[in-house]
């Protein structure tokens, strides 16, 4: 079985940056997708950007043009760059690798963002 951990979470200020990782393990020949999502308290988690096995990208409206997701096979690591950050941003971010016909989710990492 494949098993993500997210890392990089934490208190940042609004206005600057933090880098999420996922780091997963187990035998992997072909990931359809890899994913972020996040979770605010009282809202339902949400879809935040996917990278697919080509390298196409996808992101939320809300996090356009300051979230950037990207891989890095040979570390079997999901980066989530995420900048000028807003306290909207705040949640618990989780990543999720596809790989068909299943999906793996990690434990989830906190980001929050103060003003």
């Known amino acids: 079985q494949v098993q993500p951990v997210e890392s990089g979470g934490g208190l940042v200020q609004a206005g600057g940056s933090l880098r999420l990782s996922c780091a997963y393990s187990?035998?992997?020949?072909?990931?359809?997708?890899m994913g972020w999502y996040r979770q605010a308290p009282g809202k339902q988690r949400e879809l935040v950007a996917t990278i697919f096995s080509g390298g196409l990208t996808n992101y939320a409206d809300s996090v356009k043009g300051r979230f950037t997701i990207s891989r890095d096979n040979a570390k079997n690591t999901v980066y989530l760059q995420m900048n000028n950050l807003k306290p909207e941003d705040t949640g618990v971010y989780y990543c999720?690798?596809?790989?068909?016909?299943?999906?793996?989710w990690g434990q989830g990492t906190q980001v929050t963002v103060s003003t």
């Open positions: 187990g035998r992997i020949s072909s990931i359809n997708v």
């Open positions: 999720a690798i596809s790989v068909a016909p299943y999906t793996y």
